[in-house]
């Protein structure tokens, strides 16, 4: 049983999933709602954990080939045969279920989100595009931009100026947390014949994207922690993280190397999880 939960924990890609399951808490706490209960709470959380957990399994399925030609994802459960296709797809089907069922209960409107978010990283980014073109990293941000906007609906009921702007910022985020991580393991794409932009457009013009996408991102964070109303104590937070995520992205340029793309990796992931507690931090303490 042990050893099995370790595998299904795998299968969910655990990080990632908890970064974006941040996200969406991000986006509910960020309503301040005067009705929010324990049990609304928990049941955001359960249900957004499991339907990107789902989303993610579903995506290990479809992936399970290419994932077996690269050296950092051999070793997943369904390349490394750990699992069966068919338990992986009574999994994520579960949890995909469970979890939209129990969205829907809670409100129609953030399941229909939840459930958009699903089929763009599934059906549009992962099964139509991220084989024949780069620009599926587009779709991808997309989708990861619908837990924080889930969250912020679900707080307030209905989709507003300030979910979107969270939302935007998630989506420009991702391609330069994804697009230095392409460039890290830029032989790995190559090998399992993944189009990306560094392959199509050059490490140079990626590294520029990334700078500009970094700016993006904190703008559109900067805009909708302005629009919350929070104090200028968490807004000089907020500027103060940008410049150092933008302050690693223009080394990457000036200095270009495998170390520094990494390190803008790390630094962007870190930068988003910091923004994203000023914003509940602020929320809750406005």
């Known amino acids: 049983m042990k050893i099995k939960f370790g595998i299904y924990w795998q299968l969910i890609k655990s990080l990632q999933t908890l970064l974006l399951?941040?996200?969406?808490?991000?986006g509910f706490i960020s309503a301040r709602c005067p009705y929010i209960s324990w049990e609304l709470t928990l049941g955001m959380i359960?249900?957004?954990?499991?339907?990107?957990?789902?989303?993610?399994?579903?995506?290990?399925?479809?992936?399970?080939?290419i994932d077996a030609k690269m050296q950092r994802t051999k070793h997943r459960p369904l390349p490394a045969k750990k699992i069966s296709v068919k338990e992986a797809v009574i999994f994520g089907t579960v949890l995909n279920v469970v979890g939209l069922s129990l969205a829907y209960y809670l409100s129609p409107l953030y399941a229909l989100i939840i459930f958009a978010g699903l089929f763009i990283d599934f059906i549009i980014y992962t099964i139509w595009l991220k084989r024949t073109s780069a620009w599926s990293i587009l779709w991808g941000g997309i989708s990861g931009g619908m837990p924080i906007l889930a969250g912020r609906v679900l707080g307030v009921g209905e989709i507003d100026l300030i979910g979107i702007l969270l939302a935007v910022s998630i989506i420009?985020?991702?391609?330069?947390?994804?697009?230095?991580?392409?460039?890290?393991h830029f032989k790995d794409y190559n090998y399992a014949q993944i189009p990306t932009f560094a392959s199509k457009y050059g490490f140079k013009n990626v590294r520029l994207i990334i700078a500009l996408s970094t700016i993006s991102s904190a703008f559109a964070f900067a805009l909708g922690a302005?629009?919350?109303?929070?104090s200028w104590s968490f807004l000089r937070v907020l500027v103060l993280l940008a410049i150092i995520a933008f302050g690693f992205a223009m080394?990457?340029?000036l200095k270009p190397s495998d170390k520094s793309n990494f390190q803008v990796f790390k630094v962007a992931s870190l930068y988003m999880v910091?923004?994203?507690?000023?914003?509940?931090?602020?929320s809750i303490f406005y």
């Not at 249900?47 to 995506?59: C, K, P, R």
């Not at 420009?172 to 890290?184: E, K």
């Open 21 to 26: 399951l941040l996200t969406g808490i991000t």
């Open 46 to 65: 359960i249900s957004l954990f499991l339907v990107i957990s789902g989303t993610t399994v579903y995506n290990m399925i479809w992936d399970r080939d």
């Open 172 to 184: 420009f985020w991702i391609p330069t947390h994804i697009m230095t991580f392409n460039m890290h």
């Open 226 to 230: 302005f629009a919350l109303g929070l």
């Open 251 to 253: 080394y990457s340029i």
């Open 274 to 282: 910091f923004a994203l507690l000023v914003i509940i931090l602020g």
